[in-house]
């Protein structure tokens, strides 16, 4: 019997525990575990696109052509490049950011929907 109650004991102390403990890792271990992550996939966007390289060489002429006609052609297309995969880098940016929004707003309003669903029950 007594080891029943020990267990039943433990049982609501980890069951509390845990409930009241989660919003504490929500905003601030899981937090930071998804910005590090968000970070670490525009970083390797980025470096899978190459945007610093295109940089480096923006006034590179390609091919090895030296004559002023190759040198604007190049310019312009690399400038093209980089504005393009600047473009991509932006909006995983702005789409990361919008996930990290979410993550930090959903437990709010997911506790807002219920409470106003418990009351409209009985209102």
Do not use: C, E, H
């Not at 899978?48 to 312009?76: C, E, H, T």
């Amino acid at each position: 019997m007594q080891t029943f109650v020990l267990g039943l004991r433990y049982f609501f102390i980890d069951l509390v525990g845990g409930i009241l403990r989660w919003p504490v890792w929500w905003y601030t271990r899981g937090l930071l575990f998804v910005v590090r992550g968000g970070g670490s996939w525009i970083r390797s966007y980025s470096k899978s696109l190459a945007l610093n390289v295109w940089m480096k060489n923006l006034f590179v002429p390609m091919y090895g052509m030296y004559d002023w006609q190759s040198r604007i052609i190049s310019f312009f297309m690399r400038l093209a490049q980089i504005a393009a995969r600047a473009v991509g880098v932006l909006l995983l940016s702005i789409a990361v950011l919008v996930v990290i929004v979410i993550y930090v707003v959903a437990p709010p309003l997911t506790i807002l929907a219920l409470i106003t669903q418990f009351v409209s029950l009985y209102v």
